[in-house]
């Protein structure tokens, strides 16, 4: 069975040759149902004139956008149809917002698409949002990171002070420690038997001094009243202490405890000190400690100066400052100077003095600032002038390949 229908002369014939070009129906104008698949006069342009039925779609739509505004990708009036606009909505207002801000202070490739972007690709920089990210000027940023460099620089001024309370309550401390020392049995002990210590014109052994002398130090450091001493007696039943010697001990037991009670409060400060440097300072309770004990030689050596040149003198003064006039001055047969001859004042000044001394010079040495203690690295050995080191090295190889041949020949 043979089919006669007749083939439209714009299709495709199947029987035709394969090398004979085929036509394409979206470029046929005349055929208006493909009209749809041809581009838009607003986004392209073609040098084929136009047919009747497409000029007058063309016309229909030219007057429906008279009356509209262009949209996205449709040309502005006066502006070629057939020019498309590149970019998106976005990169547009920003190019008319930096031609409406005047000419750009940007480098030339400011706009250049960054390198392995498709060639023919728009890129526009990101326009400035805020202020963080316009530059202030070189003034500033030098004058702020100097001022940044000076901050990091600049010591801290709390751990400073610190260090300079820790050495004024170090020599304090070491005082105190070295009359409570003092003021204490054992003490007593070694002075009445030491060998060359005064005795007693009125009738007092070594046994005797020491059993009156310990109520009369335990008395300074106790919390009883003036009977403690009051009521004490001798072998003969009398009155161990007058009531001048009992007033005077009580004005001397206040000062002893107010000393006390200030060298506890200055050790429990200095602990404080010591933990807050030992946290924010490296190396702070070294310094504050070596500042304290130069203080203690100096002052300990002031003072010992001062008896020396006149013990009489110094020990006088000393009482002025404590004690009232006419209070502290007795005569030889009572108990306060059978106990405590003068000799006994001098020998517990030179051991307060010696403690003390002993203490600061140990604390000196332990904190001498060396560097190792500083953290610095340590110093290279100076190598010797001139040739003689190179001329050393050079012998000592040519030896050592000598021996290395003698070596070889042995073995």
């Known amino acids: 069975m043979n089919d006669n229908t007749s083939i439209p002369s714009r299709r495709l014939d199947p029987q035709r040759e394969a090398d004979e070009p ?8 005349n055929e208006p149902a493909f009209e749809w698949m041809t581009a838009s006069p607003a986004t392209s ?12 779609n063309r016309s229909a739509a030219d007057d429906g956008a008279a ?11 006066g502006e070629p149809a057939g020019r498309v606009q590149a970019g998106s909505r976005a990169d547009r207002k920003a190019a008319e917002a930096a031609a409406a801000n005047g000419p750009s202070d940007l480098p030339p490739d400011a706009g250049a698409p960054p390198s392995g972007a498709a060639p023919g690709a728009h890129y526009s920089e990101q326009l400035p ?22 901050a990091a620089n600049a010591k801290p001024v709390l751990p400073r002070f610190m260090q ?5 309550f170090y020599p304090v401390i070491l005082l105190v420690l070295a009359v409570r020392a003092v003021t204490s049995p054992l003490f007593l002990w070694v002075e009445y038997h030491r060998p060359g210590f005064p005795g007693d014109g009125y009738g007092f052994n070594s046994d005797d001094r020491m059993t009156y002398g310990s109520y009369a130090v335990d008395y300074l450091s106790n919390w009883s009243g003036p009977r403690y001493l009051g009521e004490l007696v001798n072998r003969n039943g009398e009155k161990l202490f007058q009531d001048g010697e009992v007033s005077h001990m009580a004005d001397v037991k206040v000062v002893i405890l107010s000393a006390f009670g200030a060298g506890a409060l200055l050790v429990l400060l200095s602990i404080a000190v010591i933990i807050y440097l030992r946290r924010r300072s490296s190396g702070g309770v070294r310094r504050g400690l ?25 020990f006088t003064e000393f009482h002025r400052i404590f004690f009232a006039s006419g209070t502290w001055t007795f005569a030889l047969e009572d108990t306060l ?48 002038t001139g040739g003689g080191a190179e001329a050393e ?9 000598e021996v290395g041949e003698d070596r070889s020949v042995r073995l």
């Open 22 to 29: 085929v036509l394409d129906p979206a470029h046929d104008s």
């Open 45 to 56: 342009f073609t040098e084929d004139a136009p047919s009747h039925g497409a000029a007058a």
């Open 67 to 77: 009356h509209r505004s262009p949209g996205i990708g449709e040309p502005a009036d």
């Open 129 to 150: 949002t805020s202020a963080l990210q316009i530059r202030p000027p070189r003034e500033d940023v030098e004058r702020r990171n100097a001022e940044r460099e000076q």
């Open 164 to 168: 300079v309370v820790l050495a004024v």
């Open 290 to 314: 070596f500042a304290g004990s130069i203080v203690t030689l100096t002052l300990i050596s002031a003072l010992a100066g001062l008896a020396l040149l006149g013990w009489e003198q110094f």
């Open 337 to 384: 100077i059978r106990l405590f001859p003068g000799q006994f004042w001098i020998d517990a000044g030179i051991a307060i003095a010696g403690l003390v001394l002993l203490t600061a010079l140990v604390t000196l040495i332990l904190t001498w600032p060396t560097r190792r203690r500083r953290g610095l690295p340590k110093r290279a050995k100076k190598s010797r």
């Open 393 to 401: 090295s050079g012998a000592q190889a040519e030896s050592g390949a």
